[in-house]
Nanobody, 126 residues
Framework: VQLVESGGGLVQAGGSLRLSCAAS????????MGWFRQAPGKEREFVAG????????YYGDSVKGRLTISRDNAANTVYLQMNSLKPEDTAVYYC????????????????????WGQGTQVTVSS
């Protein structure tokens, strides 16, 4: 599956952005999806995950309450609504797809996901 992110950009602290990730396959609903981010000089970090149906969601501790993951299987798209953005949210954001549904802590582990997008830059100014 090919994944293409969009929606990144420059925003002031406290602002909002909505990232989208469009998948190329009509079997999109068979993939668990995740969002990760990587800031310069830092390791890739789990941001959010969502089950195939969208009924279960998972978040990294640093974004809980501010970011929301959702999906539209009819549109083959997963979203990341980002509110109350902080300068420390600055990073390249990647969406990722997993053929199997992760269990427990494997949601947070990047090797769980077989397919990755090219990333979209989010910059939050103070």
């Amino acid at each position: 599956v090919q994944l293409v992110e969009s929606g990144g950009g420059l925003v002031q602290a406290g602002g909002s952005l909505r990232l989208s990730c469009a998948a190329s396959e009509r079997t999109f609903s068979s993939y668990a999806m995740g969002w990760f981010r990587q800031a310069p000089g830092k390791e890739r970090e789990f941001v959010a995950g969502i089950s195939r149906s969208g009924s279960n969601t998972y978040y990294g501790d640093s974004v809980k309450g501010r970011l929301t993951i959702s999906r539209d299987n009819a549109a083959n798209t997963v979203y990341l609504q980002m509110n109350s953005l902080k300068p420390e949210d600055t990073a390249v954001y990647y969406c990722a797809a997993s053929v199997s549904t992760p269990s427990g802590g494997s949601w947070y582990w990047s090797p769980t996901y077989e397919y990755w997008g090219q990333g979209t830059q989010v910059t939050v100014s103070s």
